[in-house]
């Protein structure tokens, strides 16, 4: 069955990198997405990569994907107090249809 | 663009009254999906929608929820009779339906059930 693990707390300083890490047991995830909730909002996507990537690099964010060990992170660099949210690590696997699922977030904490 | 729009936001309840949730999608997505986010267990899939046909409703814990899709624009989900342990944020997303289409997001309705 499909199955994602985060780490559910991480506390950087600002200016540090954070690296917030994900496990997936499924290995015919098709995408994987990390998608960002703000307190009393939605989840809103940050990036996604394809499964047949090794890194894919947006402008601060660098998404590293081992598909051998199912580990996939998410590295934030330079990262701001406005960085902090709730992280969720999430997989598209054939047998879930257009659906996604979803690991239990993780909580990031950005002090000044 | 409007996004995904929920109502309400917060719903307050007694047990054993009936709780309705609401959502209109991006227009032009024709899959949709409601979601529950608890502490305990994180964001659970309940059902979803492609085309307002319901394609797995095996999320849905039990009986007494239930959702409809009528129309392109608009779903429910619907809790009758309510219990405490309904307590939670239940969310909203649309996509295009196709693969690699992103979920898009309500900002949830807080539901207590006291």
């Known amino acids: 069955g499909e199955d994602v693990e985060q780490s559910l707390f991480l506390s950087v300083r600002e200016g540090d990198s954070s690296v917030i890490n994900c496990t997936y047991t499924?290995?015919?995830?098709?995408?994987l997405y990390w998608y960002k909730q703000e307190p009393g909002a939605g989840l809103q996507l940050l990036t996604y990569?394809?499964?047949?990537?090794d890194m894919k690099q947006d402008q601060r964010l660098t998404v590293l994907l081992n598909k051998k060990d199912k580990h996939l992170s998410l590295r934030i660099a330079d990262t701001q107090t406005g960085d902090s949210a709730i992280y969720f690590c999430?997989?598209?696997?054939?047998?879930?249809?257009?659906?996604?699922?979803f690991g239990k977030g993780t909580t990031l904490s950005v002090s000044s | 663009d409007a996004g995904v729009i929920q109502s309400p936001r917060h719903e307050v309840t007694e047990m054993g009254q009936e709780v309705t949730l609401r959502c209109k999608p991006i227009s032009g997505h024709n899959s949709l999906f409601w979601y529950r986010q608890t502490m305990m267990r994180g964001l659970e899939l309940l059902i979803y929608?492609?085309?307002?046909?319901?394609?797995?409703d095996s999320g849905m814990p039990e009986d007494r929820f239930s959702a409809k899709m009528p129309n392109a624009s608009f779903s429910t989900l619907k809790i009758q009779p309510s219990e405490p342990r309904d307590s939670a944020v239940y969310f909203c997303?649309?996509?295009?339906?196709?693969?690699?289409?992103?979920?898009?997001f309500g900002n949830g309705t807080r539901l207590t059930v006291t």
């Open positions: 999430a997989e598209s696997i054939p047998q879930a249809g257009t659906a996604l699922i």
């Open positions: 990569i394809f499964s047949n990537m």
């Open positions: 997303a649309s996509s295009l339906g196709q693969n690699n289409s992103p979920l898009h």
């Open positions: 499924d290995s015919s995830s098709t995408y």
């Open positions: 929608f492609n085309n307002n046909v319901p394609i797995d």
